[in-house]
């Protein structure tokens, strides 16, 4: 059983910035490919940014490309999603996800466990 609890969400202005943190509990975090998803009010979980097991690749959806970037610390157990250049529409719930032995490809990334999400909402 793996837990994860994300962190820092909050109100941010246009062009502002913000880094979430996911902390996972468990000894085998490196065995998972962790990811980021968002869904916005009224709209479907989507596919933010991943991170391959080990942490050799990452993957990033066209929207956010170039103004987010998603990290990882095995030896903590956290993976981190820094966002820049923040605009209204990236306002939504964020979701920490974690994928065993998954390659964090957006079209192959079938959650184990899920955080419960932290709020991100940028004013303009």
């Known amino acids: 059983q793996v837990q994860l609890v994300e962190s820092g969400g909050g109100l941010v202005q246009t062009g502002g910035s913000l880094r979430l943190s996911c902390a996972a509990s468990?000894?085998?975090?490196?065995?998972?490919?962790m990811g980021w998803f968002r869904q916005a009010p009224g709209k479907e979980r989507e596919f933010v940014a991943a991170s391959s097991w080990g942490g050799g690749n990452t993957y990033y959806a066209d929207s956010v490309k170039g103004r987010f970037t998603i990290s990882r610390d095995n030896a903590k157990n956290t993976v981190y999603l820094q966002m820049n250049s923040l605009k209204p529409e990236d306002t939504a719930v964020y979701y920490c996800?974690?994928?065993?032995?998954?390659?964090?490809?957006?079209?192959?990334?079938?959650?184990?466990?899920w955080g419960k999400g932290t709020l991100v909402t940028v004013s303009s």
């Open positions: 468990g000894r085998t975090f490196s065995s998972y490919a």
């Open positions: 996800a974690a994928d065993y032995r998954g390659l964090g490809l957006p079209t192959t990334f079938e959650t184990d466990y």
